[in-house]
T-cell receptor, first 115, second 111 residues
Framework: DTAVSQTPKYLVTQMGNDKSIKCEQN?????MYWYKQDSKKFLKIMFS???????INETVPNRFSPKSPDKAHLNLHINSLELGDSAVYFC??????????????FGPGTRLTVL | SQQGEEDPQALSIQEGENATMNCSYK?????LQWYRQNSGRGLVHLIL?????REKHSGRLRVTLDTSKKSSSLLITASRAADTASYFC???????????FGAGTRLFVKA
């Protein structure tokens, strides 16, 4: 049983398109995250939701819009995709959302390639 | 700048040898974690060490924390080919809500 799942695993699209990535966790956690991992493997947080409420919103272009319909789901919608958006996007969840005090469980990642 | 920075960036060893990776951070922390990432996969939590702990063990893993030097090390003893992965340290920002990951150490264990 997958704890944190993401779909799709791979996404190849043209510049200017709009796309969504879905994430679901079945761990009963209160907090979910989106991270972007670039080609140098640097992992940077984008957003964090706690019980459907946005608690972390990093300096991310407003083309990126997260949506949390319930605490088990956190989707990421990206408008007007650009070449620089190409990366691996990871969803994660944790029980409470208290920084490094809390273990995070990661999904398998979505590799986004913008052509 | 990053809160956690790993050193070395890459490490190649023979199976059976020990692997040591270091992490330095800038501000005071309450906890520090180490994660592993296999190629093409998400990160997996390995171990958490609290600021009042100096050393922690889990199987073949040993983590140390020196808060005076703002550094931590991860030692993997008797390495195996399956330990080949990237290893990240994670700390929290000054507000305590955000986890900040370093750039990672890529470990390659040759069989």
């Amino acid at each position: 049983d997958t704890a944190v799942s993401q779909t799709p695993k791979y996404l190849v699209t043209q510049m200017g398109n709009d796309k969504s990535i879905k994430c679901e966790q079945n761990l009963g956690h209160d907090t979910m995250y989106w991270y972007k991992q670039d080609s140098k493997k640097f992992l940077k947080i984008m957003f964090s939701y706690n019980n459907k409420e946005l608690i972390i919103n990093e300096t991310v272009p407003n083309r990126f819009s997260p949506k949390s319909p319930d605490k088990a789901h956190l989707n990421l919608h990206i408008n007007s995709l650009e070449l620089g958006d190409s990366a691996v996007y990871f969803c994660a969840s944790s029980r409470r959302g208290q920084g490094a005090s809390d273990t995070q469980y990661f999904g398998p990642g979505t590799r986004l390639t913008v052509l | 700048s990053q809160q956690g920075e790993e050193d070395p960036q890459a490490l190649s060893i023979q199976e059976g040898e020990n692997a040591t990776m270091n992490c330095s951070y800038k501000t005071s922390i309450n906890n520090l974690q180490w994660y592993r990432q296999n190629s093409g996969r998400g990160l997996v939590h390995l171990i958490l060490i609290r600021s009042n702990e100096r050393e922690k063990h889990s199987g073949r893993l040993r983590v140390t924390l020196d808060t005076s030097k703002k550094s931590s090390s991860l030692l993997i003893t008797a390495s195996r080919a399956a330990d080949t992965a990237s290893y990240f340290c994670a700390t929290e920002d000054t507000g305590g809500f955000k986890t900040i990951f370093g750039a990672g150490t890529r470990l390659f264990v040759k069989a």
